[in-house]
């Protein structure tokens, strides 16, 4: 590699060091999530071509500095060979984040992993007007922070009272932090309007008299860079991922139509308007 | 449920109070006031409004216990009547 194509090495993952032919070599990592195997491989490659260290990124990415140029070919054969992906960089679709779901978290209202694996097998390396950022947090609580990415989703319950199962003992009035649910001598009253999908009151319920029908809440154009801006919710709770991935499709659909090159999807939005986009993801929502 | 209805207070095995504590400490003594009891056994705990009376019942429940009963004490203090559930 005589002349380097810093556009190309950049698409591939490498970004250009302070330091003269080095490069930090990024890696593709989905929902944070490595194997044993795979951290050896890193291990491997950061001691023999880095100098040792490697640094975790803030979307959950790992990179390895200090690659020099003309090991760039070595680098991407043994990681390969090793079952570690190369990430990339520039505009297109980057790492999808996830925490760890329902799967290990007991909070967690969805399964986040194979969620953010199928966003990644779909979506990953896209090109587009500029980069693009999923995430996907489990539930309420946000550890992931769903509105900070271009395309946030976020796990919660559709709930629904099951009165033969229930005892009216009160556990879920107090887990309940919207003031949604009341009671009475007969029934837990649920004021829907009041419900944020949380899934408190179902992960309380002493007596499975609650029961919760995941979803995933949608939020658009977060940008938490040069511009802050958090993601905005534009429809209701989705219950499959095939709307998911019809709506997630229309987003990406609109960012290409209507992006100046260069322009984040928050920006895009923000000049084609909102009630606009929302109508075209309320078309997409309804199929 | 019947049963749940009919149980007192008064028939409780055992007391706790984590009024005193702080997460996660809450759970914590509760968890070691349940370990003093045979399965099926009874325990009455009293908790702070606020974090405590949001939590600690989820969590009892998670460790596979049976809660009967939350109770308003007026005092801005809840309990919460549990069943031992066996190892």
Redesign the interface.
């Known amino acids: 590699m005589a002349e380097a194509d810093y556009k190309a090495l950049k698409s591939g993952g490498f970004m250009r060091q302070v330091q003269k032919n080095h490069f930090s070599m990024r890696l593709k990592v989905i929902g944070g999530r490595l194997t044993a195997e795979q951290l050896a491989v890193i291990t491997k490659i950061s001691q023999k071509y880095g100098d040792g260290h490697v640094h975790l990124t803030s979307r959950q990415g790992v990179e390895i500095p200090f690659i020099q140029l003309e090991d760039i070919d070595a680098v991407k054969v043994e990681l390969q060979e090793g079952g570690v992906a190369i990430g990339v960089c520039g505009p297109r679709v980057r790492t999808v984040t996830a925490c760890q779901g329902s799967a290990v978290c007991?909070s967690g209202c969805v399964d986040t992993y194979p969620l953010a694996a199928a966003i990644s097998e779909r979506y990953f390396g896209r090109q587009l007007p500029h980069k693009f950022k999923f995430g996907v947090t489990g539930c309420m609580n946000n550890c992931l922070k769903a509105e900070e990415n271009d395309l946030g989703v976020k796990g919660g319950y559709t709930i629904e009272w099951k009165k033969d199962a229930c005892?009216l003992?009160?556990?879920c009035l107090?887990?309940c932090?919207e003031g949604a649910l009341t009671r009475t001598d007969t029934a837990i009253l649920l004021d829907a309007d009041k419900c944020n999908h949380c899934g408190?009151c179902v992960?309380?319920?002493?007596?499975d008299a609650w029961h919760g029908e995941p979803g995933y809440i949608l939020s658009f154009g977060g940008t938490f860079g040069n511009l802050i801006a958090k993601g905005e919710q534009a429809l209701p709770i989705i219950r499959d991922t095939e709307t998911l991935f019809r709506v997630a499709d229309a987003a990406l659909k609109f960012f290409d139509e209507y992006a100046n090159p260069s322009e984040r999807f928050r920006v895009a939005i923000n000049r084609a308007g909102w009630d606009k986009f929302k109508s075209e993801m309320e078309a997409a929502y309804h199929g | 449920?019947a049963d749940?209805?009919e149980t007192d207070e008064a028939m409780t095995d055992a007391a706790a109070d984590i009024t005193d504590v702080v997460c996660p400490v809450t759970f914590v003594k509760a968890k070691v006031a349940l370990e003093e009891l045979e399965e099926g056994q009874t325990l009455s705990i009293r908790m702070n409004?606020g974090e405590p009376?949001?939590n600690v019942?989820?969590a009892l429940?998670?460790e596979g216990h049976?809660?009967?009963?939350?109770?308003?004490n007026g005092d801005g203090t809840?309990n919460?009547l549990v069943r031992k559930a066996g190892v």
Do not use: H, I, N
């Not at chain 1, 992960?203 to 007596?207: E, I, V, Y």
């Not at chain 2, 049976?66 to 308003?72: A, G, H, I, T």
């Open positions: 007991p005892t003992c009160g556990v107090k887990a932090r408190r992960k309380s319920c002493p007596f | 449920m749940l209805a409004d009376v949001q019942p989820r429940k998670e049976q809660l009967l009963k939350l109770s308003e809840y919460l």
